[in-house]
């Protein structure tokens, strides 16, 4: 078996993962999005799905993706050329909220078929993707922490913990999106924040700010239900 024979195979290998795994992974996802000492180093794990989603849709609607970058207070930004209205801007920038939790559901459609190490060379690959459009050093930094973690866990620990791993990042990826929406809206109750996703499809669409943060919440309360259905309901 040559080496991309035997790389298929790991990566497609079938893992499977006791209820006890998936609820104590839940666990470890919850106490981590519920601490505010974890939250805060934990939050920019989320801050580069929600910029990679935005930079996905960016693609997918025919949008040239010009750069992402990450900054150190766990918010980012993505610059895309293309028409400032129309479909492609409003998906672009409703991707961000709902990216995380989308990602997470993706992740647990993987675990539920018993693909679990697949999850971790998936997000590996969007990783590297990601990589190619990060424009700062701190983005850089934190893209390639995140990416050696995973190379880590992929190529060191036994099998049985890489799904382990694998279930703890999905659920916190779905139980963190609701949370950063939630802040966004506490973020528009106390000031002006015209440069927030909801006020810019506000002003893009005449729909009120408020209403594409019930959007955004609705999406990943809805994905983080449908997951939960999958990986723990027999």
């Known amino acids: 078996?040559?080496?991309?024979?035997?790389?298929?195979?790991?990566?497609?290998?079938?893992?499977?993962?006791?209820?006890?795994?998936?609820?104590?992974?839940a666990l470890v996802a919850l106490v981590v999005v519920a601490s505010p000492a974890l939250w805060r180093p934990a939050r920019t794990v989320v801050t580069i799905a929600h910029e990679g989603a935005h930079g996905l849709a960016a693609v997918a609607t025919g949008r040239r993706l010009a750069g992402i970058r990450l900054h150190s207070d766990t918010s980012g930004l993505t610059v895309s050329a293309g028409r400032p209205t129309g479909a492609g801007m409003v998906l672009t920038l409703l991707a961000g909220y709902v990216g995380p939790g989308l990602f997470g559901l993706g992740a647990a459609a993987l675990l539920a078929a018993g693909h679990a190490v697949g999850v971790l060379w998936a997000l590996l690959a969007l990783l590297a993707l990601l990589l190619l459009q990060i424009r700062n050093f701190f983005g850089l930094g934190a893209v390639l922490v995140?990416?050696?973690?995973?190379?880590?866990?992929?190529?060191?620990?036994?099998?049985a913990a890489q799904a382990g791993f694998a279930a703890a990042v999905t659920w916190f990826l779905l139980l963190a999106a609701p949370r950063t929406v939630l802040e966004l809206q506490a973020e528009?109750?106390?000031?002006?924040?015209?440069?927030?996703?909801?006020?810019?499809?506000?002003?893009?669409?005449?729909v009120p700010g408020v209403v594409w943060v019930a959007v955004f919440l609705l999406v990943d309360v809805a994905a983080l239900a449908l997951a939960a259905t999958w990986l723990l309901v027999p």
Do not use: I
């Open 188 to 206: 528009r109750r106390r000031r002006s924040t015209p440069d927030s996703d909801a006020d810019q499809l506000a002003r893009l669409t005449h």
């Open 1 to 25: 078996m040559d080496p991309l024979d035997r790389l298929w195979t790991r990566v497609t290998a079938e893992v499977p993962l006791p209820p006890g795994v998936l609820v104590g992974a």
């Open 146 to 159: 995140t990416g050696a973690v995973l190379v880590g866990v992929t190529g060191w620990l036994p099998t």
